[in-house]
Every structure is written in structure tokens, then in C-alpha cells.
């Protein structure tokens, strides 16, 4: 799409776009329809991104990854989400059970969990209870000392690859009288005795994805302990501050996915003897979409160069989360409209990214939780800096 603002890609990110958009149109957008309509977790898409390094692109190449920057990994994200929402948001679940392994596992942990990963035995990222979501300091799993290791008990809600990943990072209280202050994380194995893969969520959209809940009640070493004791609520939030580009890169997709079929169907559809694109209430439409959607662009890539550059991106990844993920909604509102009636109906296009993208202002925070993040930091900004 011409009209929508493109970045300069170095040749190994143009290279992952590349590949990412040729079994995009062959292999998943062939599959979509079917995954929303049943609801089906696809394990053949999964060998498919296994077996050409999607599932361990953004992993150093000592721990058995494609060692590829930030900007890669959005690129082919992004690219993914063009062609099957559900594609995208499986590859980002894998990216965010890989990244407290990453940053606060030993060396032995991330060769074994991340090389697992590798190969399509995925890391879930477990931190959101049923009555804690947005308050993930809030939450009520515990893990107490039992002989050398640790009891963990609790049940997480909506673990996005739940039951499909093999292993689980799961955030409990180890210092309940801290709150936040006193949360740990731990590895545990679906297929150790104590752990069971609960209650599948049936969604609105991206329903390719699997959701599930984990309860558990069973003792764990101390070896499988992710990071500092009591530390773990820190290490969730620098996971969300990558996690959110990566949001951010889904949204890219889908609202790109949208505007085609928008601007598809304004130049097919006629009313009144004319393409309904020629009336300026459809056009100027559509070019508010190309100009947010670019805008929105521009901030994603340069959100993923600032985290590539090890700049701080908490700000940056919380805005670009927040103004692609409404940019997303717009854009996939907007296509429903201009396809009218259709768009309303399955099995259209516009239909089912309309579902799909609900949950993109939703999950790793919520638009809400963006603005809070970034309302405290203009006023600590305020207050440490006066006019
Ligand atoms: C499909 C799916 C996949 C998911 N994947 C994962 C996963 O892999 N791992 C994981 O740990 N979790 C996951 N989640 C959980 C998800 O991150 C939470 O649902 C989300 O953080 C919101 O929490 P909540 O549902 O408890 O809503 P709540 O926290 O109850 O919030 C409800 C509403 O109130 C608003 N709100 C809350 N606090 C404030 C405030 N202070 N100011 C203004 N508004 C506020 C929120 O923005 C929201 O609109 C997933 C959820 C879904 C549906």
C-alpha cells in the first residue's frame, strides 16, 4: 500500500518481512477463517514458524536463536498481522514466556527453556489472576519455602498459549506483607503432577490464539526460580515494556489489514452509478486512515530502533502501544463501515479483524493503564523539572 507510510528496513529485517509476507499469503491467511470459526489452536502454523526460525528470532544466537534486532522482529510481527491476526499474537505470546528467561534467568535456564523454545516447546507468561489484571500487585498465588524448593499455589488466568506452551513463568507472593515487593517467579512444567491447564476462554477475536487458565498446587526447586527473590513484579514490567512494541507491532498489522480492505471495497462498491470511494465522507475517511496509520508506523519503528539503541523505552513503548492499538481500532471500525452490511456479516475480512483487534487495548495493559503510565511520568517530569 503506497499510501501507507513505509520504513527503511536494513536487508536482514527486509529479509524476515519478506518471508514473513510470503507464508502469510500461502500458508496462515488461507487458514484464518477456519480458526476464528472453530476456534482451533493451529499446530501446523506452529511447525511452520518453527521450522523457518520465526519462534526464536528475536533469541541470541548462543541460546540457540536467529539473534535478530527489535526492528526484525516487528517487521515480521507486523507482516504476520496482515495476513492472520492469531499468527501474530502467537508469535508475540512466545516473545513475551521468553523474555523474563532472558533477562533474569542463568545461563543453564536459558539454555534449556530457550533452546525448548526453539523448537516449538513454548514459554507462557503467567502473571494475571482472576482478580488481578491490571494490578499485578494484587495478586494472591503464594510460594512458600518447602524443604529446598518451593510450594506454589494459585490459579492464573488468561495465559495467552495456555496449554498449548509446555512450560509456565509463573509470578507468586513469596513476601505476601510486601505486595508488590514481594513477588518471585518460577519455571514450572505443564507436565509436572500439580499443575493443571484449566478452562479454555472461548474469545471474541483472535480466536486462532489459546487462552487458558493454570491452577497450581506442587513444589518446584529452587533452580526453577527466574531472577532475585521478591524481585519478580519488576521483572514482569521490563517483560510488558518490550511486550507492549510488540502489541504494538499486532495493531500495525491489523490496522494495515483493515485500510486494504477498506480501500478495496470503496473503489469496488457502487452506489448511486459511482465507486462509494468518490464521495469525500468515504475518501477523507480513508485518508485519515492512511495518515494515522502511517503516524502510527513512524512511532512502532522508532520505538523498536530506541530499544535496539538500549535506550529506556518504557514511555516510548507505552505510547506506541496505546496510539496503534486506538489507530487499530479505528482503522478495523472504519473498514466494518465502509463494507456496510457485509462488514457487519461473517465471513468478511472487516468482520473478523473488528473482533480481533478488541483485545489489543486490552491486553499487556490497557489504554488505561498506558495513559496512567504515562500521566505519572509527565507529572515526575513536572515536578523534578519546573517551567
Ligand atoms: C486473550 C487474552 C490474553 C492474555 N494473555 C495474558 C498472558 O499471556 N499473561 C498474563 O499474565 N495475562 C494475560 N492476559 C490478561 C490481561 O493482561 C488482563 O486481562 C489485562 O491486563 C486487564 O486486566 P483485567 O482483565 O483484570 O482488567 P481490570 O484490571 O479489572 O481492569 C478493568 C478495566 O478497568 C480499567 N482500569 C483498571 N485500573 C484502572 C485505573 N487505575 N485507572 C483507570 N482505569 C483502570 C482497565 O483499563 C480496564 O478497562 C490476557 C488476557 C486476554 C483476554
Redesign the pocket.
Given at each position: 500500500m503506497t499510501e501507507i507510510w513505509k520504513p527503511t528496513l536494513d536487508e536482514i529485517s527486509a529479509r524476515w518481512q519478506t518471508l514473513a509476507d510470503r507464508l502469510g499469503r500461502e500458508r496462515f491467511a488461507p487458514l484464518a477463517p477456519e480458526l476464528d470459526r472453530d476456534q482451533r489452536y493451529p499446530w501446523e502454523t506452529i511447525e511452520t514458524l518453527v521450522e523457518h526460525k520465526f519462534v526464536g528470532l528475536f533469541l541470541p544466537r548462543q541460546w540457540g536463536g536467529e539473534g535478530a534486532s527489535l526492528v526484525s522482529t516487528v517487521a515480521a510481527v507486523e507482516t504476520l498481522g496482515t495476513h492472520c491476526a492469531s499468527t501474530a499474537a502467537i508469535m508475540c505470546?512466545y516473545q513475551?514466556g521468553a523474555f523474563p528467561i532472558l533477562l533474569a534467568g542463568t545461563d543453564k535456564q536459558k539454555d534449556f527453556y530457550l533452546r525448548e523454545m526453539t523448537q516449538g516447546r513454548a514459554t507462557?507468561?503467567?502473571?494475571?489472576e482472576r482478580i488481578?489484571?491490571?494490578?499485578a500487585a494484587a495478586i494472591e498465588a503464594t510460594a512458600v519455602r518447602e524443604g529446598d524448593g518451593w510450594r506454589l499455589k494459585g490459579e492464573k488466568y488468561?495465559?495467552?498459549n495456555g496449554g498449548a506452551s509446555r512450560y509456565y513463568v509463573v509470578f507468586a507472593k513469596t513476601d505476601p506483607a510486601l505486595a508488590g515487593r514481594g513477588i518471585s517467579a518460577f519455571m514450572v512444567d505443564k507436565e509436572q503432577p500439580g499443575a493443571v491447564i484449566d478452562e479454555l476462554?472461548d474469545?471474541m477475536g483472535?480466536r486462532g490464539t489459546q487462552?487458558s487458565n493454570l491452577k497450581v498446587d506442587l513444589v518446584v526447586p529452587d533452580s526453577a526460580r527466574i531472577g532475585e527473590v521478591n524481585r519478580a513484579l519488576r521483572l514482569a514490567l521490563q517483560t510488558l515494556n518490550v511486550g507492549r512494541i510488540m502489541v504494538s507491532a499486532q495493531s500495525m498489522g491489523l490496522a494495515i489489514a483493515a485500510f486494504k480492505e477498506a480501500a478495496k471495497r470503496a473503489v469496488q462498491r457502487k452506489t448511486f452509478g459511482q465507486p462509494i470511494g468518490d464521495n469525500q465522507g468515504i475518501g477523507f475517511k480513508l485518508a485519515d486512515m492512511a495518515t494515522e496509520i502511517s503516524a502510527a508506523r513512524m512511532m512502532l519503528y522508532e520505538a523498536a530502533r530506541a530499544y535496539d539503541n538500549g535506550e529506556d523505552v518504557s514511555n516510548l513503548g507505552a505510547m506506541a502501544k496505546l496510539f496503534t492499538s486506538e489507530v487499530a481500532h479505528r482503522a478495523a471500525d472504519n473498514a466494518v463501515q465502509i463494507w456496510g452490511g457485509l462488514g457487519y456479516c461473517k465471513p468478511t475480512i472487516a468482520e473478523r479483524l473488528y473482533r480481533d483487534q478488541r483485545?489489543l487495548e486490552?491486553?499487556?495493559?490497557?489504554?488505561?493503564?498506558q495513559r496512567?503510565v504515562l500521566s505519572r511520568a509527565v507529572r515526575k517530569e513536572a515536578e523534578e523539572h519546573p517551567a
Amino acid at each position: 500500500m503506497t499510501e501507507i507510510w513505509k520504513p527503511t528496513l536494513d536487508e536482514i529485517s527486509a529479509r524476515w518481512q519478506t518471508l514473513a509476507d510470503r507464508l502469510g499469503r500461502e500458508r496462515f491467511a488461507p487458514l484464518a477463517p477456519e480458526l476464528d470459526r472453530d476456534q482451533r489452536y493451529p499446530w501446523e502454523t506452529i511447525e511452520t514458524l518453527v521450522e523457518h526460525k520465526f519462534v526464536g528470532l528475536f533469541l541470541p544466537r548462543q541460546w540457540g536463536g536467529e539473534g535478530a534486532s527489535l526492528v526484525s522482529t516487528v517487521a515480521a510481527v507486523e507482516t504476520l498481522g496482515t495476513h492472520c491476526a492469531s499468527t501474530a499474537a502467537i508469535m508475540c505470546a512466545y516473545q513475551l514466556g521468553a523474555f523474563p528467561i532472558l533477562l533474569a534467568g542463568t545461563d543453564k535456564q536459558k539454555d534449556f527453556y530457550l533452546r525448548e523454545m526453539t523448537q516449538g516447546r513454548a514459554t507462557s507468561f503467567a502473571l494475571s489472576e482472576r482478580i488481578a489484571g491490571s494490578d499485578a500487585a494484587a495478586i494472591e498465588a503464594t510460594a512458600v519455602r518447602e524443604g529446598d524448593g518451593w510450594r506454589l499455589k494459585g490459579e492464573k488466568y488468561w495465559i495467552g498459549n495456555g496449554g498449548a506452551s509446555r512450560y509456565y513463568v509463573v509470578f507468586a507472593k513469596t513476601d505476601p506483607a510486601l505486595a508488590g515487593r514481594g513477588i518471585s517467579a518460577f519455571m514450572v512444567d505443564k507436565e509436572q503432577p500439580g499443575a493443571v491447564i484449566d478452562e479454555l476462554s472461548d474469545k471474541m477475536g483472535i480466536r486462532g490464539t489459546q487462552t487458558s487458565n493454570l491452577k497450581v498446587d506442587l513444589v518446584v526447586p529452587d533452580s526453577a526460580r527466574i531472577g532475585e527473590v521478591n524481585r519478580a513484579l519488576r521483572l514482569a514490567l521490563q517483560t510488558l515494556n518490550v511486550g507492549r512494541i510488540m502489541v504494538s507491532a499486532q495493531s500495525m498489522g491489523l490496522a494495515i489489514a483493515a485500510f486494504k480492505e477498506a480501500a478495496k471495497r470503496a473503489v469496488q462498491r457502487k452506489t448511486f452509478g459511482q465507486p462509494i470511494g468518490d464521495n469525500q465522507g468515504i475518501g477523507f475517511k480513508l485518508a485519515d486512515m492512511a495518515t494515522e496509520i502511517s503516524a502510527a508506523r513512524m512511532m512502532l519503528y522508532e520505538a523498536a530502533r530506541a530499544y535496539d539503541n538500549g535506550e529506556d523505552v518504557s514511555n516510548l513503548g507505552a505510547m506506541a502501544k496505546l496510539f496503534t492499538s486506538e489507530v487499530a481500532h479505528r482503522a478495523a471500525d472504519n473498514a466494518v463501515q465502509i463494507w456496510g452490511g457485509l462488514g457487519y456479516c461473517k465471513p468478511t475480512i472487516a468482520e473478523r479483524l473488528y473482533r480481533d483487534q478488541r483485545i489489543l487495548e486490552i491486553y499487556e495493559g490497557s489504554s488505561e493503564i498506558q495513559r496512567l503510565v504515562l500521566s505519572r511520568a509527565v507529572r515526575k517530569e513536572a515536578e523534578e523539572h519546573p517551567a
